[in-house]
């Protein structure tokens, strides 16, 4: 069974930056695209970002600019760099592995407030 781990999450004040890891293990890591996902209280669970095992990045319109992708296939890896942060960035942020199935991380809280 796919393993995500998430960290890097906590309370950051609007306009500062965070970076998110994610370890994959159980998994032929630098076959599948992988992703963030996010969800905010009372709201769905919506796509952040992606990034194929070539490297191909996607980005939500409403992080465009702001947050990076990256993975690093060697250590089974993959980060979200997220800068200028506002308040409507404050949620848990998933990891997602795309196999078969989705396969998910136990997610980590990002809380944008001064």
């Known amino acids: 069974q796919v393993q995500l781990v998430e960290s890097g999450g906590g309370l950051v004040q609007p306009g500062g930056s965070l970076r998110l890891s994610c370890a994959a293990s159980?998994?032929?890591?630098?076959?599948?695209?992988m992703g963030w996902y996010r969800q905010a209280p009372g709201k769905e669970r919506e796509l952040v970002a992606t990034?194929?095992?070539?490297?191909?990045?996607n980005y939500a319109d409403s992080v465009k600019g702001r947050f990076t992708i990256s993975r690093d296939n060697a250590k089974n890896t993959v980060y979200l760099q997220m800068n200028s942060l506002k308040p409507e960035d404050t949620a848990v942020y998933y990891c997602n592995a795309r196999t078969v199935v989705d396969n998910w991380g136990q997610g980590t809280q990002v809380t944008v407030s001064s």
């Open positions: 990034i194929t095992s070539g490297g191909n990045t």
């Open positions: 159980r998994i032929i890591f630098s076959r599948y695209v």
